[in-house]
């Protein structure tokens, strides 16, 4: 089975930043983020990762930036209350980024943090837990449908922290 959405993983990144499952919008784009009202694209130029607010389908631009993107979900789409527990993949994530070693994994979102480290509560910022060497955050998702949660700093704190 193909995955909804490829990954955009190499060695050596600054980041990656992993969702949930690509949204609905997002499958039938293409592309990464593809939400209007998704804060993703808007804080990669805010944090000084893109020179400009890039439109979704550059994704696959955004290694040159030292930026990865990934999923936890990678077969299926929709929104989080969508997804059932056997869609996550947390061996697998963690096998692709032991392979890519980037200096942080971001989770985009708490459910997909949740699901990765099996327990039902988490804090935002950085986690004790690491990958190889690479450092584990939580930040708030930058989805509409999670608006509520929304917190720019977290992000802005995240992304000085992977040296934009």
Wanted: net charge neutral; glycine share 10%; charged share 25%.
């Amino acid at each position: 089975m193909n995955p909804v959405l490829p990954d955009v993983l190499t060695p050596g990144l600054d980041l990656v930043v992993c969702g949930t499952a690509p949204g609905t919008r997002s499958a039938r784009d293409q592309a990464y983020y593809a939400h209007p009202h998704n804060e993703f694209w808007r804080m990669m130029h805010l944090g000084g990762v893109t020179p400009r607010r890039f439109d979704p389908s550059e994704y696959p631009d955004l290694p040159r930036y030292g930026v990865g993107l990934t999923d936890i979900c990678k077969h299926v789409f929709g929104a989080d209350s969508d997804l059932a527990r056997s869609d996550f993949d947390a061996a697998g994530l963690s096998e692709r980024i032991g392979m890519v070693a980037p200096a942080i994994l971001a989770f985009n979102g708490k459910l997909a943090a949740k699901r990765f480290f099996g327990r039902d509560r988490i804090a935002y910022g950085f986690q004790q837990e690491v990958i190889g060497s690479t450092r584990i955050f939580v930040a708030p998702s930058t989805s509409k449908l999670a608006r509520r949660y929304w917190d720019e700093s977290l992000w802005l704190e995240l992304l000085k922290a992977a040296g934009f």
